[in-house]
């Protein structure tokens, strides 16, 4: 998802999370991959609201935002999305978006039952189809269906946020070991694929640690974390 640097407490409920940010002067804002989109309400001096939905990042990227620029985000739960009828409710009244997406934005259902178990210690694509009584290609295709990337991606991404999350209180080791990854090592390349970053240097970055530990993927409601 597009996020910004995120500088308000996040406003949590079961379908979104409210975040808003302003910025003073002309920032590059870093955006790392998370499993969510996220409704942006964008306000800039002399120009339109404009909304946009942003996309599921693959790889880290930074976006440019103006001084003066206003943002409010509504992060949506990992994998979930909005019809173009909702987004279109939004962008003609931008005012309302709380209260829209809250009368209009999918419930949580299967999808979520899904991405949990993806996230699950020691889940594999194998073990989600089991657990729900399907084969491992129905998982995939589902997936598929919804226009979302693969299982890998929800279980690979959340052990790799999950690490992330143990760096404020852990030793490097410890938190590969906890993490589920065969060693240290082994966490700072799924760090650089990830974050574009190594687990050192998330540390000694309180910013992008904590853009890392924001609510998503794999924290969204305390969710267990893939440790496989």
């Given amino acids: 998802m597009a996020q910004a640097v995120i500088v308000t407490p996040m406003i949590a ?17 870093p955006v790392f ?52 009828r909702v987004l279109k409710a939004v962008s003609a009244s931008p005012g309302d978006a709380e209260a829209i997406l809250h009368n209009e ?33 129905s998982v995939q295709r589902r ?3 919804l226009h979302l990337p693969p299982p890998d991606y929800w279980r690979l991404l959340a052990r790799a946020r ?8 852990m030793a490097l ?3 590969a070991f ?17 974050f574009g970053v190594t687990p050192a240097r998330a540390r000694r970055h309180a910013l992008v640690l904590d853009l890392l530990c924001q609510p998503a993927l794999g924290n969204w409601t305390g969710e267990q974390i893939s440790t496989r």
């Fill in 162 to 169: 999950h690490a992330a999350s143990c760096l404020k209180t």
């Fill in 33 to 84: 991959p998370d499993g969510c989109r996220d409704v942006l309400i964008i306000r800039q001096p002399g120009e339109r609201v404009r909304v946009e939905l942003t996309r599921l990042d693959l790889r880290p990227r930074h976006v440019a935002l103006p001084a003066g620029v206003r943002l409010t985000g509504y992060r949506l739960r990992p994998g979930a999305g909005l019809s173009e």
């Fill in 178 to 194: 906890e993490s589920g990854f065969s060693d240290q090592a082994h966490m700072t390349r799924e760090f650089v694929r990830w």
């Fill in 13 to 29: 409920n079961a379908v979104f999370r409210t975040w808003t940010h302003e910025a003073s002067r002309a920032e590059a804002a």
């Fill in 143 to 145: 997936l598929r269906a």
């Fill in 105 to 137: 934005a999918p419930a949580p259902g299967e999808l979520d039952e899904i991405i949990h178990a993806l996230t699950a210690p020691g889940a594999t694509p194998g073990s989600v189809a089991r657990e729900l009584g399907v084969s491992a290609r």
């Fill in 173 to 175: 080791s410890d938190a």
